[in-house]
């Protein structure tokens, strides 16, 4: 399927300045007072993005990007995409974004397709269940009726990494890896244990379960005991579990900052707004000051690569998470609000700016703090990180996201992904029990029995 851009939202006006000959194009044109500037704007982005996608075409792979990139980014493209709809209401790309999700779910509904098994993190699971995440949250058009529904994948992928929590090293946490066979597996990181604390918080949220709150903070606490995060909020990378974690690779990433972000405002609204969450929340906004340029106000930029052209392929998408994360941390955590719009209208208007490049004059560069000033690069990352930034900016007119209580159509499993099996390519292998697991004697059983419509928990 070739896209076309909807004629509603054709492509936001382009600066263009004709001198001798030459066409100097300035950007996409983004006016942040005007609604409708923004939508264009964002369609335009999500347009060049979009393009980049070939799975849906004659002898690809549904739901996956060409090289370079990996299985994990085009799950958070398509979370992006969710994103795009719900602020926008432009549903062009929904029926793809949807063949997408679906074809990725494996054998077991839980997002552990058997061709990943080389590769997939516990953080690369988590990005694809956060998007299922956010069409539940977001109200994103239901699977058909045979299909897994939204809100049942994320709490499959739930399920599935709090029976992978491991007390043999460290005292707890998740690994970066899955597969023990896979580079990373001696590696525990803020963002495999980031992405889970954030499932568990928005599940607690979306379904009133105290169950999934009791994991945010459980996640949120071991995350504190070996330091991954310190006293101001600052989030390290993560630390190898040879020294039990006790030398943590103290270099920080956008992206980290923001899975955090989330999950403690959520945490704060399910709370019912407690002082402590209300701090955690400032304290984690506080830190990202560290992401937005000493030399523009307020734009944002990767610290650890950016200023030397030394970020890879995934890198090049962090500042689309946080960029999303902090705006959907304004809807539950409402006293962030200013602060929050301060960082992103600012960023906004670069990013907009620093899609000059291309033949099109709409390519989207990394360095929005170079201005109109195209910095040569383009990818998916990069037309990512301007589509969120830009579409967050909308934030404020858009419907708060929607819980089982206030109108939420999602239909969930409480007991998705909880049987153990993984499969890979050939074989299937049993994981180590729920029981074996889970530490402290901590076991969470979940069942679903169905008595008058209704859904009763047992926990052990």
Same mark, same amino acid.
């Given at each position: 399927?070739?896209?076309?851009?909807?004629?509603?939202?054709?492509?936001?006006?382009?600066?263009?300045?004709?001198?001798?000959?030459?066409?100097?194009?300035?950007?996409?044109?983004?006016?942040?007072?005007?609604?409708?500037?923004?939508?264009?704007?964002?369609?335009?982005?999500?347009?060049?993005?979009?393009?980049?996608?070939?799975?849906?075409?004659?002898?690809?792979?549904?739901?996956?990007?060409?090289?370079?990139?990996?299985?994990?980014?085009?799950?958070?493209?398509?979370?992006?995409?969710?994103?795009?709809?719900?602020?926008?209401?432009?549903?062009?790309?929904?029926?793809?974004?949807?063949? &997408?999700? $679906?074809? #990725?779910?494996?054998? *077991?509904?839980? /997002?552990?397709?058997? @061709?990943?098994?080389?590769?997939?993190?516990?953080?690369?699971?988590?990005?694809?269940?956060?998007?299922?995440?956010?069409?539940?949250?977001?109200?994103?058009?239901?699977?058909?009726?045979?299909?897994?529904?939204?809100?049942?994948?994320?709490?499959?992928?739930?399920?599935?990494?709090?029976?992978?929590?491991?007390?043999?090293?460290?005292?707890?946490?998740?690994?970066?890896?899955?597969?023990?066979?896979?580079?990373?597996?001696?590696?525990?990181?803020?963002?495999?244990?980031?992405?889970?604390?954030?499932?568990? &918080?928005? $599940?607690? #949220?979306?379904?009133? *379960?105290?169950? /999934?709150?009791?994991? @945010?903070?459980?996640?949120?606490?071991?995350?504190?005991?070996?330091?991954?995060?310190?006293?101001?909020?600052?989030?390290?990378?993560?630390?190898?579990?040879?020294?039990?974690?006790?030398?943590?690779?103290?270099?920080?990433?956008?992206?980290?900052?923001?899975?955090?972000?989330?999950?403690?405002?959520?945490?704060?609204?399910?709370?019912?707004?407690?002082?402590?969450?209300?701090?955690?929340?400032?304290?984690?906004?506080?830190?990202?000051?560290?992401?937005?340029?000493?030399?523009?106000?307020?734009?944002?930029?990767?610290?650890?690569?950016?200023?030397?052209?030394?970020?890879?392929?995934?890198?090049?998408?962090?500042?689309?998470?946080?960029?999303?994360?902090?705006?959907?941390?304004?809807?539950?955590?409402?006293?962030?609000?200013?602060?929050?719009?301060?960082?992103?209208?600012?960023?906004?208007?670069?990013?907009?700016?620093?899609?000059?490049?291309?033949?099109?004059?709409?390519?989207?560069?990394?360095?929005?703090?170079?201005?109109?000033?195209?910095?040569?690069?383009?990818?998916?990352?990069?037309?990512?990180?301007?589509?969120?930034?830009?579409?967050?900016?909308?934030?404020?007119?858009?419907?708060?996201?929607?819980?089982?209580?206030?109108?939420?159509?999602?239909?969930?499993?409480?007991?998705?992904?909880?049987?153990?099996?993984?499969?890979?390519?050939?074989?299937?292998?049993?994981?180590?029990?729920?029981?074996?697991?889970?530490?402290?004697?901590?076991?969470?059983?979940?069942?679903?029995?169905?008595?008058?419509?209704?859904?009763?928990?047992?926990?052990?």
């Amino acid at each position: 399927m070739l896209f076309s851009q909807p004629a509603r939202l054709r492509w936001s006006r382009i600066g263009v300045l004709l001198f001798l000959g030459e066409t100097l194009v300035t950007g996409i044109e983004l006016n942040l007072t005007d609604i409708v500037s923004i939508k264009a704007a964002a369609s335009t982005v999500a347009y060049d993005m979009m393009k980049t996608y070939t799975g849906n075409q004659t002898g690809q792979t549904l739901g996956l990007l060409p090289e370079p990139y990996f299985w994990w980014e085009a799950g958070a493209m398509f979370g992006s995409m969710i994103d795009y709809y719900y602020y926008t209401e432009d549903d062009t790309y929904n029926d793809v974004v949807s063949q &997408a999700l $679906l074809s #990725q779910i494996g054998p *077991n509904a839980d /997002y552990m397709p058997p @061709a990943q098994s080389n590769d997939e993190g516990n953080d690369d699971q988590g990005f694809w269940g956060m998007a299922a995440m956010s069409a539940a949250e977001q109200n994103f058009p239901n699977p058909p009726s045979d299909q897994p529904q939204w809100l049942a994948l994320a709490q499959a992928v739930f399920n599935s990494q709090a029976m992978r929590w491991d007390t043999t090293t460290c005292k707890g946490g998740l690994r970066w890896q899955i597969f023990t066979f896979n580079s990373g597996y001696t590696y525990k990181n803020s963002i495999s244990n980031g992405v889970f604390f954030n499932l568990a &918080a928005r $599940l607690a #949220q979306y379904t009133g *379960n105290q169950t /999934y709150a009791d994991w @945010a903070v459980k996640t949120w606490d071991w995350v504190n005991s070996v330091s991954f995060m310190d006293s101001e909020y600052e989030i390290f990378d993560g630390a190898g579990d040879a020294a039990n974690c006790t030398q943590p690779n103290k270099i920080r990433w956008t992206y980290n900052a923001g899975v955090y972000l989330l999950g403690a405002a959520t945490m704060y609204s399910f709370t019912n707004q407690s002082s402590m969450w209300a701090e955690r929340v400032e304290g984690l906004l506080n830190a990202t000051d560290f992401f937005f340029s000493p030399n523009q106000t307020n734009v944002m930029y990767e610290t650890a690569c950016e200023p030397y052209g030394t970020c890879d392929t995934d890198q090049l998408s962090f500042k689309a998470y946080l960029s999303r994360w902090m705006a959907a941390s304004t809807q539950v955590a409402p006293f962030i609000y200013d602060a929050v719009m301060l960082k992103l209208q600012a960023s906004a208007t670069a990013a907009a700016q620093q899609c000059s490049g291309g033949p099109t004059g709409t390519t989207c560069g990394q360095k929005w703090t170079d201005g109109t000033t195209w910095d040569g690069t383009s990818g998916v990352g990069q037309q990512m990180s301007a589509l969120e930034v830009i579409q967050s900016n909308l934030v404020k007119n858009s419907t708060p996201p929607v819980t089982a209580a206030t109108g939420g159509t999602s239909k969930g499993n409480p007991a998705a992904g909880s049987s153990g099996t993984v499969m890979l390519s050939g074989t299937t292998i049993t994981q180590i029990t729920l029981a074996e697991k889970i530490s402290a004697g901590f076991i969470t059983a979940f069942a679903c029995i169905m008595a008058g419509g209704g859904v009763v928990w047992i926990v052990a």
